[in-house]
């Protein structure tokens, strides 16, 4: 029946062969560990999608009631300190893991031709993690929080030439209030991911194009096959040819 | 053959071990996110807790209720929901409380005002027999309509309690006469003052039905 039920999607879908597309890739057999870093930067970024969307059932971005919208998810919403946990402490891990991540990529070379699109995508993706991280923060609006985000404006404000704008833009005003919240949180709910999603996309893209990087010799069996089809090929134009 | 075939890579142990883990990890995953998404619901339907603070609000005299007609007047409960939810530490901030306001529709039963009333002073305390005779004579409705809770009205010209939204008509004593709503209007749980006020709670009922929970009003 299950059989049945998976020819039936593959001949519609496709599904079943997409599948094994996705799921099926070569890697180094050396340092394995060390590949996994990606995976799991998307595996935390995945939580930060469910558990942001949960969040987003309770809290408020509105400055009066932004704080104690929280303060009802840590002390009165059941699973409330569960959830918004695994927001905050997979948002911590989640920096962590970028940085081994790309630590990984820089010291075993895997940026070098013709894998240099993939580290500037990597680049501006970890730059939006940062700034959700940050405005994460903000959203908060405790002490903390706000106190952050009016340094983190500060900063920008120091920007040659459009410092100015920048911390208007960054503050929705000449002062931080409530135009403030409203932006950090269009932000962080909404512009930060929408921008992270596709990028997200062609990162994952652009490694299954090149596959994992990893010495010459250990790709020995797959440079083999590779090699083969390309002479199979070779021989089946020639064969057209001569037709 | 058959014990060929049997021969499964995977024992009965282990595949139960799969089965339990599976079931454990898959509520793990499941029974917290949706709880948490749940909660209001929770909070209301198994715990019977209310967004509305139970207390006493005071409306206008019984001596203020005309006759013939059924008059609108507005009360502020407070209510309590979600991001202020009655903890201590919130309170104190003072901003969170936000009133709900009702519309209440008082008439007399039949539009007749009660012959206790007439003629009366004022100043004089009601006694209890005369404030239970009046609380027997006094039509406490909700203006919600019973049926998707548009905001009813008195109808001077039609003399009866009208619907805007789906054309359901109650007559002076809130009694369902016509269009859709299933029943009367719904009934606030109220009391009479010895100098004659009326006080309402944020508690409802329905004439002939067990229901408790208009939800909308």
Known sequence: ?243 | MPAELQKDPLSRGQFLWMGALGTFVGAALTIPPAVFVLDPAIKDVVQGKSDVIDEWKELDSVYDIPPGEAVTQLVEFTQKQTYDAGQPAVDRTGTNVRPLTNAVLLSWKDGKVPGVLEGRDEEKPLTQTERHELGRKLNVMSNACAHMGCPTRWSEEEKEIVCPCHGGIYDINGEHTGGPPPHGLWRYAFRITEQGDILVKHQFHIKGSNATRPYVV
């Open chain 1, 1 to 243: 029946m299950g059989r049945d039920l998976a020819d039936w999607m593959e001949e519609r879908t496709g599904i079943v062969s997409l599948t094994q597309k996705l799921l099926y890739e070569p890697v180094p057999k050396r340092g394995t560990w060390l590949y996994t870093l990606g995976s799991a930067t998307l595996f935390l970024i995945t939580l930060q999608f469910l558990t942001g969307i949960l969040l987003l059932f309770y809290y408020v971005p509105s400055a009066d009631d932004a704080w104690d919208s929280i303060y009802y998810v840590m002390n009165d919403a059941y699973f409330g300190q569960y959830i918004r946990g695994i927001h905050f402490w997979s948002a911590n891990a989640l920096l962590l893991v970028i940085g081994l991540h790309m630590m990984r990529t820089f010291l075993s070379g895997s940026y070098k031709a013709p894998r240099e699109m993939n580290w500037v995508v990597g680049v501006f993706l970890i730059l939006i993690v940062t700034i959700l991280a940050f405005s994460g923060y903000a959203l908060r609006w405790d002490q903390e929080g706000f106190w952050a985000w009016e340094v983190g404006a500060k900063i920008a404000s120091y920007t040659p030439f459009i410092g100015g704008w920048a911390i208007t833009t960054l503050l929705g005003g000449d002062t931080a209030g409530p135009a403030t919240l409203s932006r950090v949180f269009a932000l962080h709910v909404w512009l930060l991911p929408a921008a992270l999603a596709p990028l997200i996309g062609i990162h994952l893209y652009l490694l299954r194009k090149h596959g994992e990087y990893g010495a010459p010799f250990e790709y020995a069996e797959r440079l083999s096959e590779l090699r083969k089809q390309q002479q199979m090929r070779a021989y089946d134009e020639m064969e057209e040819d001569e037709l």
